[in-house]
């Protein structure tokens, strides 16, 4: 046995000697192909899914990918709308090459990219993916002192200014939102910078959604405004100096703790918020407020800790990094997190709690049309349907437009989305009635199925929810509700006139309670027996038509400023703190 063993081995041998090795530089008697070179691209979006916003009608987009292959990498070339853009041949390693700089202004709608690798074996791979640029309306804070808004729907923009953030590593996002289409979704060794000009002053605010993932690292730098720290010889894990500007950041174990440090100039101090996250927390929204003498933290709109401090000292914090304390605060471990973050903010201005609380609400926002001069919700960023011919005022009550109604005008828009088992709304309003007494505000039916239809429109009020007038001289507000069976009205006490002015309509809708308030105050409650949406598939804003126009419910010739829904019962607290 031993004998044929050996005597099959050198057969084996021989036949290696025969026939040669295989040349992996070179085949020879194979026709097996190499993979190639290997496309990794990290902006735009291989998926298709990147969405470059701007008011202007061009805009800039950075192109960030690399190309590996075992062999070498021969030429990459870039082109964009079919248009070469870069050709690239010669390469300081040609086995790994990374671009993270190719900027290139795009107009208005869909562009296509694609980038062509060939390697030293003439294997030649090729990646093609879509974007699109969309013009935005400027944005108009919304808060007092808003000063900075990245809201992170797809892209890394500051909408106030319309610039973009510095991206370092690969940072992403995530559908998984508090807020809108996007948020921000870290990754190892990934941030972004943006600079501070115009952002820091005496008072200074920020506040965020923050949805915790610790895979165990228990520290992470969340927001850096730090100094350059000037050690020489620097700490050894990195530059670390507190004396100046601010840090937010965490530490812990499972249980994490949200931590503020501030700078005086000479000196630090650090507040520690009492409530501890961890990976099961979910979305919470974090704020904190300095002045000259305090810091505080807040979480979900509760005071959290508050710290004395002698003073804040932006000297030499020119730069700020979001979601890491790289490059300036790296001292005790404090790299990127690889959590989520939304609606990120800052202010110049120490926020009061109301404030924060507002901030909170924004949370549970699900529509938003500001009518500043446009009839866009901001949030899935899609235009109502116009009917008729609305118009706008600058005497508004928030922004720079209202909404002005018109004889057989109103808007339309689908609800998709939009409606829930609990639903808030919130819009101010200002009443204009000429006559005729009557007319619908917002209006979310079911199509009337009557046969025949009555005589003067349809009137289905068993599904949805219908917000109308009526009256004479005094208008009261008055909120309908649908259970699928039948409905029930909720009239508010205080009445309007045309010599109200603005004036803040709020209403609430759970399964067994519709509350309507006006300025803050509630006017009426009612018991209900539950909330039923089928068929309500569109909603009309300052009209009743086309599915609410029974008891003449027509178009609003009011204004009406600040539209948005909730998917939550807001508390008056929070009706309160949307006003103030």
Same mark, same amino acid.
């Given at each position: ?26 085949? @020879? ?10 496309? =990794? ?59 993270? *700089? ?5 107009? =208005? ?20 993916? %879509? ?27 500051? #909408? ?16 998984? =939102? !508090?807020?809108? %289409? ?20 005496? @008072? ?160 549970? !926002? ?11 919700? =901001? ?5 109502? %349907? ?34 829930? *088992? @609990? ?12 006559? %005729? ?80 308030? #006006? ?17 309500? *598939? ?29 998917? !939550? ?12």
């Amino acid at each position: 046995m031993k004998n044929k063993t050996f005597k099959y081995l050198g057969l084996v041998f021989m036949a290696i000697l025969t026939f040669g090795c295989q040349n992996l530089e070179q085949p @020879e008697f194979s026709d097996f192909l190499y993979d190639g070179p290997v496309i =990794t691209l990290s902006t735009p979006s291989p998926s298709g899914t990147t969405v470059v916003r701007s008011k202007d009608p061009i805009a800039s987009i950075t192109i960030k990918f690399q190309v590996e292959d075992d062999l070498g990498i021969a030429n990459i070339t870039v082109k964009l709308d079919d248009a070469e853009i870069a050709n690239l041949n010669e390469f300081a390693d040609s086995k790994l090459v990374i671009i993270d *700089d190719l900027t290139k202004e795009v107009s =208005t709608g869909n562009h296509t990219l694609t980038i062509t690798a060939t390697d030293t074996n003439d294997v030649v791979v090729t990646e093609t993916t %879509t974007f699109e640029k969309v013009d935005t309306p400027p944005y108009i804070p919304i808060f007092d002192g808003e000063k900075f808004y990245m809201p992170f729907d797809g892209d890394f923009s500051e #909408l106030i200014s319309g610039n973009s953030a510095n991206e370092f590593g690969t940072p992403g996002f995530t559908t998984a =939102t !508090k807020v809108g %289409t996007g948020a921000y979704s870290g990754a190892d060794d990934a941030y972004l910078t943006y600079p501070t000009a115009g952002l820091l002053g005496n @008072e200074f605010s920020g506040t965020f959604w923050y949805n915790l993932n610790n895979p165990g690292t228990n520290r992470a730098g969340i927001l850096t405004i730090s100094a350059p720290d000037l050690s020489n010889p620097l700490p050894a894990n990195g530059q670390g100096n507190r004396n100046f500007g601010i840090r937010v950041f965490r530490e812990g174990g499972a249980n994490q703790s949200i931590r503020l440090n501030v700078g005086n100039g000479t000196g630090n101090g650090t507040a520690i918020a009492a409530r501890q996250l961890t990976n099961t927390s979910g979305w919470v929204h974090i704020a904190f407020t300095i002045n000259q003498s305090r810091a505080r933290i807040y979480m979900d709109g509760v005071l959290e800790r508050e710290t004395t401090i002698t003073g804040l000292d932006w000297t030499g914090c020119d730069i700020m990094s979001i979601m890491s304390g790289a490059p300036r605060y790296l001292i005790f471990n404090h790299k990127s997190d690889l959590s989520a973050m939304d609606e990120l903010r800052f202010f110049d201005k120490e926020l009061t709690q109301n404030e924060v609380l507002k901030s909170v609400v924004q949370g549970s !926002k699900k529509f938003d049309m500001p009518f500043n001069g446009n009839y866009l919700e =901001t949030i899935s960023k899609t235009d109502a %349907t116009v009917i008729g011919t609305p118009t706008f005022t600058t005497a508004s009550k928030e922004g720079s437009n209202a909404y002005v109604g018109a004889d057989d005008a109103y808007l339309t828009f689908p609800t998709a989305g939009l409606l829930s *088992d @609990e639903f808030s709304g919130a819009f101010w309003y200002n009443l204009n009635n000429p006559g %005729t007494n009557r007319a619908g505000i917002l209006t979310i039916s079911a199509p009337d199925l009557s046969n025949p239809l009555p005589a003067n429109g349809q009137g289905n009020r068993n599904f949805g929810i219908r917000v109308f007038r009526e009256g004479g001289a005094s208008q009261s507000i008055r909120l309908n509700v649908g259970n699928g069976t039948g409905n029930g009205t909720a009239i508010a006490a205080r009445q309007l006139t045309n010599t109200s002015g603005w004036v803040h309509i709020a209403f609430t809708i759970s399964q067994t309670k519709a509350i309507v308030y #006006l300025d803050g105050v509630l006017e009426r409650e009612i018991d209900i027996t539950g909330l039923n949406w089928t068929g309500c *598939d569109v909603m009309s804003i300052m009209s009743g038509a086309p599915r609410y126009l029974i008891f003449n419910h027509k178009s609003d010739l009011s204004s009406m400023d600040a539209l948005a829904f909730y998917n !939550k019962v807001l508390s008056q607290t929070e009706i309160q703190a949307l006003i103030n």
